[in-house]
C-alpha cells in the first residue's frame, strides 16, 4: 500500500508540474533548458515539455491504480511506457526549440 500512495503523490505533482508547463509558462523548466529558446517558441517549448511531464505524472497514477487493483506483483508496465514517453517527447521539445542539449 505504501508504494500506491508514494505513486499517486508524485503522480499528482508531476500533472500538477505538467499543467503548469503546458499552459505555456515554463517557469517550473530551469532556466538553462530554455536560455537558447527563441521568446516566441517559449509557449511552444512550455506546451511540449508540460505534455514530457504530464505524461509520466498520467503514467504513475495509472500505475498505481494498476497496482490498487491486481496487486503489487504486477510489472509496471504503464509506467515504463510513460517514462518511454516523457524522454521522447522531451528529447524532441530540447532538439526542436532548444536546437540541442547544451
Known amino acids: 500500500m505504501k508504494k500506491e500512495i508514494i505513486l499517486i503523490v508524485i503522480g499528482l505533482i ?5 499543467l503548469t ?3 505555456g509558462k515554463p517557469s517550473v523548466i530551469h532556466w538553462y533548458n530554455y ?22 505524472g498520467c503514467a504513475m497514477l ?3 491504480v494498476q ?17 518511454a514517453s516523457c524522454m521522447a517527447l522531451t528529447l524532441h521539445a530540447q532538439l526542436v526549440y532548444n536546437k540541442g542539449f547544451l
Open 35 to 56: 536560455a537558447k529558446v527563441s521568446e516566441s517558441d517559449r509557449p511552444k517549448y512550455g506546451r511540449a515539455m508540460g505534455n514530457a511531464v504530464l505524461s509520466l
Open 14 to 18: 508531476l500533472c500538477v508540474v505538467g
Open 67 to 83: 497496482f490498487l487493483l491486481f496487486g503489487p506483483d504486477q510489472i509496471p508496465v504503464l509506467l515504463g511506457f510513460g517514462a
Open 21 to 23: 508547463n503546458r499552459n
Open 62 to 64: 495509472l500505475t498505481s
